[in-house]
T-cell receptor, first 115, second 114 residues
Framework: DSGVTQTPKHLITATGQRVTLRCSPR?????VYWYQQSLDQGLQFLIQ???????AKGNILERFSAQQFPDLHSELNLSSLELGDSALYFC??????????????FGPGTRLTVL | QQQVKQSPQSLIVQKGGISIINCAYE??????FPWYQQFPGKGPALLIA?????SEKKEGRFTISFNKSAKQFSLHIMDSQPGDSATYFC?????????????FGSGTQLTVLP
């Protein structure tokens, strides 16, 4: 158990709909990262928040948005859903590790299926 | 543009054998190279990581070898066990303030036969 929690575990919805994925980071971690994992694109970074502020953006579509709240939990909002948005969405939180890099701990993911 | 290339895509090893997975990167600004292990239905779990000022790092049966001049790094799993069967991802990140997003390789599905 990484200490990162994500809800819901599974989400099935229809094209055109909007969903919200939720992530609670490990206690004390200020950074939250969102990643998308799909068969054709692999694991791709979407967006990072640090202590409530957006810090980095990756391959995130304009239909997607995120935010981090004062209690440090984060939400990823996906709107106007398309079939191609079906994927696993992971949240990770980070702490500076012994290797000098920032160790990221991943949650169990939310599997989104768009029908 | 794929910045971290991983090979092989799949690997089958006998129990007790050595599993070797290779990665190559393009961006010389990368300064942190972790490996993640992912079991079906689970999130990636950090296995071991290295910085470019070190050529090798060992933790138990897992070793990272790093070649800065070649911009390559590899994961060696010694005495591979059936329980090691999983998908392995190499990754890289660079320091940019507090932005340290990971760029992942495409993954290697390892199967260790009993």
């Amino acid at each position: 158990d990484s200490g990162v929690t994500q809800t819901p575990k599974h989400l099935i919805t229809a094209t055109g709909q909007r969903v919200t994925l939720r992530c609670s980071p490990r206690s004390g971690d200020l950074s939250v990262y969102w990643y998308q994992q799909s068969l054709d694109q692999g694991l791709q970074f979407l967006i990072q928040y640090y202590n409530g502020e957006e810090r980095a953006k990756g391959n995130i579509l304009e239909r997607f948005s995120a935010q981090q709240f004062p209690d440090l939990h984060s939400e990823l909002n996906l709107s106007s859903l398309e079939l191609g948005d079906s994927a696993l969405y992971f949240c990770a939180s980070s702490v500076r590790g012994t290797s000098g890099g920032t160790e990221q701990f991943f949650g169990p993911g939310t599997r989104l299926t768009v029908l | 543009q794929q910045q971290v290339k991983q090979s092989p895509q799949s690997l089958i090893v006998q129990k007790g054998g050595i599993s070797i997975i290779n990665c190559a990167y393009e961006n010389t600004a990368f300064d942190y190279f972790p490996w993640y292990q992912q079991f079906p239905g689970k999130g990636p779990a950090l296995l071991i990581a290295i910085r470019p000022d070190v050529s090798e790092k060992k933790e138990g049966r897992f070793t990272i070898s790093f070649n800065k001049s070649a911009k390559q790094f590899s994961l060696h799993i010694m005495d591979s066990q059936p329980g090691d069967s999983a998908t392995y991802f190499c990754a890289a990140s660079r320091a940019s303030g507090s932005a340290r997003q990971l760029t992942f390789g495409s993954g290697t599905q390892l199967t260790v036969l009993p």
